[in-house]
């Protein structure tokens, strides 16, 4: 790994398309010589922007792409030696196959017998001797794929990219396909760089993979450091499929979450709030009581090597990949491995809002503004020590004190928010960007019209989309000045 | 399911809704052919005769008329094009919030009435020049060029709009400059547009009759010349030329046809 050699960097890249809202963040990402990258995420996360930035057909609004060390975000995309698989394919429907295939060889003027036989090469790879002359209307949907892939790879870049090429594909092909393409990859050495949003494609294919959500980096890891080490609950909850629990950590390797005490192998000091993620394959059924859990199977369906079962443990749920089936009612037991159960530490970061002091009323409080949102609160909260002498805020020892301007940040816990869907019953109207199963309730995460995030916890099944208003809870919010 | 006793008799069937268009085409399309054909091989004493046929091909007149027709409408639909293909690309593929609006502007003649539209022009040429008589094929061919330009860009716009975007970035991705791409991707595959725009525009070219008549009356092309012969109620040797310029249209169209049908089966399937 240390002698691998980084072939293209991206610094601090930002693209927006409308000057007000970032398709990508501040990305920052280092892809080496020889790898087989996958940018994951669910659509509109950016990653497809990115293969367009680094293909040349996007141009970063900001930052560098750097390709060998020097910058090319300049250069036009006939100018870099990157090559690319459109997720249509893209094949010239006025050509046949070789021409298709020869089109970038003939620009290079390269003579007749070089071109033949680096078409017929090419040709051979993707197992289509023969198809010189067919026109490539006639051909099916994993032929052009493979006439695509020719296209692009006989022009020997350094670097190839994959905008969801399997995508249009049915199940057996794309299967097919991705063997394929990982043998293509070792045979011909060159750089892949391939956009999923199909984790299990990802996971299969890969080198390393980049989970992406929101325009930013979430992960970077090969497929087994992402799925069993996952740096967030974005990540654990997009790969694959995991039970996610809020809890907090009791003692040296111990966490309580799930209304039990579990082992856990990730230190963490006492008191810290942390998530842990538990795969459902991970999950040993036992008798009742020997567990650390005790529940009642509410259901068990049927998926062929397993049984999908759910049990009921108190309030909280937990998804099971067993074996045997149990009949929905009965009781069991359930045990997990310390080394099973994954600790996140809780993002203290979210909910905190950036705002500033606009002055002080009397009577009412100090009048704090927010993006999407202006309170007064008691001058107690932000200055313990202060007093009011004549309509005006002073200290200890009776001095004015200068607050106009201050900044300050608000915070809330999720559990004490709330959310609506009539439009004036909140303070802050959003749409739901994402939402995961806690265990015992959702997680929803609002983004206002100013793209702030809003994380509200609800027990209510709502829809990714939705319009909903956030109900602050004025009461039990924190302020701090900055 | 209410196929009742009364029905029995007579049934309505969807194909009798065929008979009104069946009546229309042979009242105003048929019969009126037949009827061009009729007197184009007839003489003035409605015998059978070939001479008029003969004489079309024997008069040097008719013959230089054709001609003359031929290269102003071929004119006419090369500068239609050479001027609408720029433009049809820019609205098509370039990156307009209200590409459709600037469409409209250039199709927005058509909405004014044509004599009007060629009276002004009249007024503007003769205004420039002092006395059209001294440029007729130029004056003729811009007049066409005014007429029919938005007959050129619409098919010209379909067809780019259609066209994939990453149809073109591949080009590009595959280290072709703007002008490769141009001419090996983009203008091949909009060749259904082109054949199109082409067919619009020349066989209007060709027979136009209107545009002449209001600057020249003259005789100069096909069009005028089969009114000149109506006019003198030489209805003969009028159908005759009728009948050859629709023959030649014909031939065209089949010829085209056969183009565009080879050009759609290239389309790529998913």
């Not at chain 1, 500033?356 to 309170?375: A, E, H, P, Q, R």
């Not at chain 1, 001095?399 to 009539?422: N, T």
């Not at chain 2, 003489?43 to 005769?49: E, L, P």
Request: with cysteine; glycine share 8%; hydrophobic share 40%.
């Amino acid at each position: 790994m240390s002698e691998a050699k980084t072939i293209i960097r991206l610094t601090d890249v930002k693209k927006t398309y409308d000057g007000k809202t970032y398709v990508i963040e501040d990305l920052s990402l280092d892809i080496n010589e020889g790898e087989f990258v996958t940018l994951l995420g669910p659509s509109g996360c950016g990653k497809t922007t990115i293969l367009r930035m680094i293909g040349g057909f996007d141009k970063p609004t900001s930052g560098e792409i750097l390709l060998d060390g020097s910058d090319i975000s300049a250069l036009p995309p006939n100018e870099r030696p990157v090559n690319t698989v459109f997720q249509k394919y893209a094949l010239f429907p006025h050509l046949n196959v070789y021409d298709n295939i020869a089109f970038g060889l003939k620009l290079q003027n390269l003579s007749r017998e070089e071109t033949d036989k680096k078409v017929k090469e090419v040709l051979e790879l993707v197992d289509l001797e023969g198809f010189e002359k067919r026109s490539v209307t006639t051909l099916s949907g994993g032929q052009q794929q493979r006439i695509a892939i020719a296209r692009a790879v006989v022009n020997e870049p350094r670097v190839l990219l994959l905008d969801e090429p399997l995508s249009a594909l049915d199940y057996k092909m794309r299967k097919e396909m991705q063997l394929e393409l990982k043998n293509m990859h070792k045979r011909l050495g060159i750089t892949f760089i391939f956009v999923t949003h199909d984790q299990e494609e990802a996971l299969t294919m890969s080198d390393k993979v980049v989970v992406m959500a929101d325009g930013k980096v979430q992960q970077v890891g090969t497929p087994e450091e992402i799925y069993n080490e996952p740096a967030n609950v974005f990540v654990a909850d997009f790969i694959g499929e995991s039970n996610i629990f809020n809890g907090v950590m009791t003692g040296k390797m111990k966490a309580n979450f799930a209304g039990a005490e579990f082992e856990c192998v990730d230190d963490y000091e006492q008191g810290k709030k942390i998530e842990a993620v538990i795969r459902p394959e991970d999950v040993v059924v036992v008798k009742p009581g020997e567990g650390q859990l005790t529940g009642e199977v509410t259901s068990a369906d049927f998926k062929g090597t397993f049984y999908i079962t759910f049990v009921q443990c108190g309030q909280y749920e937990m998804e099971v990949h067993c074996l045997d089936h149990y009949k929905p009612g009965t009781t069991v037991g359930l045990s997990v491995m310390p080394d099973n159960i994954h600790i996140i530490p809780y993002d203290m970061t979210i909910n905190n809002f950036h705002g500033i002091i606009d002055g002080f009323v009397d009577g009412k409080g100090i009048y704090l503004v927010f993006d999407d949102f202006s309170i007064f609160v008691d001058a107690h909260k932000l200055y313990p020590f202060s007093n009011v002498s004549k309509g005006r805020l002073v200290d200890e020892n009776g001095e004015h004190i200068d607050i106009h301007g201050k900044e300050v940040v608000a915070f809330f816990q999720p559990e004490d928010g709330d959310m609506s869907d009539d439009e004036k019953a909140g303070d802050v109207v959003g749409r739901i960007v994402s939402f995961y199963y806690i265990g015992d309730h959702y997680s929803y995460t609002i983004r206002s019209d100013h793209e702030i995030d809003y994380v509200v916890d609800d027990e209510d099944l709502w829809n990714q989309g939705d319009k909903v208003s956030v109900l602050l809870p004025k009461n039990r919010m924190k302020y701090r000045l900055v | 399911m209410t196929e009742g006793v009364t029905l029995k008799k007579y049934r309505f069937d969807r194909n009798q809704l065929v008979i009104p268009y069946l009546i229309y085409l042979l009242l105003f399309v048929v019969m009126p052919l037949l009827v061009v054909i009729y007197y184009g091989f007839t003489d003035d004493k409605g015998r059978i005769s070939f001479a008029n046929f003969a004489a079309f091909f024997t008069n040097s007149k008719m013959m230089g008329t054709l001609v003359y027709s031929l290269i102003i409408a071929i004119t006419v639909t090369v500068i239609c094009l050479l001027l609408a293909y720029p433009v049809a690309y820019i609205l098509a593929k370039g990156e307009y919030a209200r590409k459709h609006a600037f469409l409209m502007v250039f199709v927005l003649p058509m909405w004014i009435n044509f004599t009007l539209r060629i009276t002004a022009l009249k007024e503007i040429l003769t205004l420039l020049e002092g006395n059209l008589a001294y440029h007729p094929f130029m004056n003729t061919v811009i007049c066409m060029v005014y007429d029919f330009l938005p007959f050129m860009i619409m098919p010209l716009f379909n067809s780019l709009t259609k066209l994939d975007q990453s149809m073109i970035e591949a080009g590009y991705d595959l280290g072709a400059s703007f002008k490769q791409v141009l001419f090996k991707i983009i203008l091949p595959l909009s060749v259904p547009g082109i054949i199109s725009g082409v067919t619009m525009v020349f066989l209007p070219a060709m027979t136009n009759y209107v545009v002449l008549d209001m600057i020249y009356n003259s005789t100069y092309i096909m069009g005028s010349l089969i009114g000149s012969y109506f006019n003198s109620y030489d209805w003969n040797n009028g159908s005759i030329i009728s009948a050859i310029l629709l023959m030649l249209i014909g031939l065209v169209t089949i010829f085209t046809d056969k183009i565009l049908s080879r050009n759609e089966n290239r389309e790529v399937r998913i």
